[in-house]
């Protein structure tokens, strides 16, 4: 599985929306999870959402009930929307993507590539969110 592009992202007021995309190769073998990560201020990486190839998903606490994460398996996208923006979810986001056999699970999915990555893994370019209060 490889990510070929992403998409979304921009400036908005606090309490606005945004939707960020990520397009990918590799879906069909029905064997992955996706992801988004985000990098504030502070520079740390942090796992915001995640899906696989079966359907579930994990969001990050911080996020929780205000993004959500989808595929459209159809057109190859994942989604992350994001509503109720804060002024700290200003960050880059970054879509990832590997091979779910690789992973025990979304949660160590989540936990593994906010600290680091491996050759398996497969990141977006980047998209920068800005959230003004």
């Known amino acids: 599985v490889q990510i070929l592009a992403q998409s979304g992202g921009g400036s908005v007021q606090a309490g606005g929306s945004l939707r960020l995309s990520c397009t990918a190769s590799g879906l069909s073998d029905n064997n992955y999870c996706m992801g988004w990560f985000r990098q504030g201020p502070a520079n740390v990486r942090e796992g915001v959402a995640a899906?696989?190839?079966?359907?579930?998903?994990r969001i990050g606490d911080s996020v929780k009930g205000r993004f959500t994460i989808s595929i459209d398996n159809a057109a190859n996208t994942l989604h992350l929307q994001m509503n109720s923006l804060k002024p700290e979810d200003t960050g880059m986001y970054y879509c990832?993507?590997?091979?779910?056999?690789?992973?025990?699970?979304?949660?160590?999915?989540?936990?593994?590539?906010?600290?680091?990555?491996?050759?398996?893994?497969?990141w977006g370019q980047g998209t920068q969110v800005v959230v003004s209060s």
């Open positions: 990832a993507a590997a091979p779910s056999r690789l992973f025990r699970g979304l949660s160590f999915f989540l936990d593994y590539a906010s600290r680091g990555t491996t050759d398996s893994i497969s």
């Open positions: 899906i696989d190839s079966k359907g579930s998903t």
